[in-house]
């Protein structure tokens, strides 16, 4: 694997302080607290594993998700980047990344991880108005997030913010207004995500018993379409199907993920992508993080699976992954990873039906096209 290639450390921290009722990621709630010096020596015995299997990599990204990595003490995020360093050669402008959710206590520590080498903070505010916040469990009022987000741009050279739109009851007026007010607030990235109702959730339960009412799919696309059109107007197109960006200023550690390059990833529940011995690897670790906990102080890593991708597989994520990007997947890279060749009267019928566009060397999916995504990625995939 040539170490010019991107290569991204993912860190996981599965706690939150309450569930949102339409959130399946791995994230768990513990009301007595945690042993944060414990988790931390458990993040640096796995990180150590994963130094161990992806030697001489420099580190262009850093991504801490979660869960909520904003209950983290900044002293906790210090030390990992200063693992990760130990481990790694780290670029010089390594994109640092954490999300926060915004509430006053966890802006506080803004500071903290800003000192701490973070150089990129993703707010999780989802919605500006206290009724959508409250439906949507959130713990935090839309002047406390807008708030967050004034004191994050002091310390962070670059912000990003979340909203969830596709709510219950939301039209497309309020919806514009709403998405008009945050492109005001926002700096050079937005991930817009429409709700997805995840299966094994309270809003899951809600929605079966008709509860819960969201737009159906034609409504969600005219909200989509929407989506696109207010961020290309105020400057910030999509990159990718959910998020926004001034040229230059998308996520780098996102484009490694779709662009199919390789990651480490560690705590409970995180995923990881690494090259040995010339083949893709597909890793996971346990969900549970007590488990996960024991497992990595008895063997040194949580991890739960760790298994080779074929040339087939490792060639149909990255058509899945880079189809989702405005720029589209490249063919060559396509067939370097050893995909076989795509079928060109399907391609044609695709191009044809407006679907699909190609440029170059790249493929790429319409506005149409990403639409009926997961469709034409199955078309193609098949
Ligand atoms: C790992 S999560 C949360 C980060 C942070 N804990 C927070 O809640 O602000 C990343 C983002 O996924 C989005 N998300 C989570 N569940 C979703 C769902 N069911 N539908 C749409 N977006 C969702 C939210 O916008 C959230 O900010
Ligand atoms: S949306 Fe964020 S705060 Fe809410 S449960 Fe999921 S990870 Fe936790």
Redesign the pocket.
Known sequence: MPSSEPFGVYVHWPF?????P????N?HVRHGGIDEARFLDAYLTELAHFAARAPGRSVSSIFFG???PSLMQPRTVEAILAAIAAHWAVDGDAEITL?A?PTSVEAEKFAGYAAAGVNRLSL?V?ALDDASLKAL???HTADEALAALRIAHKHFGRVSFDLIYAREGQSAEAWAQELTRALEHAGDHLSLYQLTIEDGTPFAARHAAGTLHVPGATKASALYLLTQELCEAAGLPAYEISNHARPGAESRHNLLYWRGHDYAGIGAGAHARITEGGAKRALSTIKSPESWLAQVEARGHGLTSDEALSTAETAEEYLLMALRLAEGMDLARLKALGGRALDEAQLNALEGDGLLARDGTRLKATQSGRLVLERLILELAA
Do not use: I, P, V
């Open positions: 939150c302080q309450a569930k949102c339409y959130c399946d990621f994230s979660g869960g909520t999300e959710n999780g989802q469990g959130r713990l």
